[in-house]
């Protein structure tokens, strides 16, 4: 399974972007997938996880009702919208997934993924 994250850049705080993820290779079902991000000389941090349809979706305290997260192309896609950007969500955004759904408690730590992408860079200009 590969993952391959895009739509990063440079924005000016206030701002919005649209990052995706697309899933290729090996067929995943019924799995949860995620963001996260690492912004420089920082660990990487939780964002936002949804399960496979849909159904259960969280987020991170700071990008509540700034970011949505979703799920496309039969699981094979992972959007990120992000809105209202601030300097402080600057950041690498990485893409994740995991083998399956029966880990949702623990969606926010990164040792429960199985897949990761390469990440996208995303930079807010104050």
């Known amino acids: 399974v590969q993952l391959q994250a895009s739509g990063g850049g440079l924005v000016q705080a206030g701002g919005s972007l649209t990052l995706s993820c697309i899933v290729s290779?090996?067929?995943?079902?019924?799995?949860?997938m995620g963001w996260f991000r690492q912004a420089p000389g920082k660990e990487r941090v939780f964002v936002a996880a949804s399960s496979w349809a849909g159904r259960s979706i969280t987020y991170e305290d700071s990008v509540k009702g700034r970011f949505t997260i979703s799920r496309g192309d039969a699981g094979r896609m992972l959007y990120l919208q992000m809105s209202s950007l601030k300097p402080e969500d600057t950041a690498r955004y990485y893409c994740a997934s995991m083998r399956s759904s029966n880990k949702w408690i623990s969606v926010s730590r990164p040792e429960n993924y199985d897949y990761w992408g390469q990440g996208t860079l995303v930079t807010v200009s104050s």
């Open positions: 290779g090996r067929t995943v079902n019924n799995n949860n």
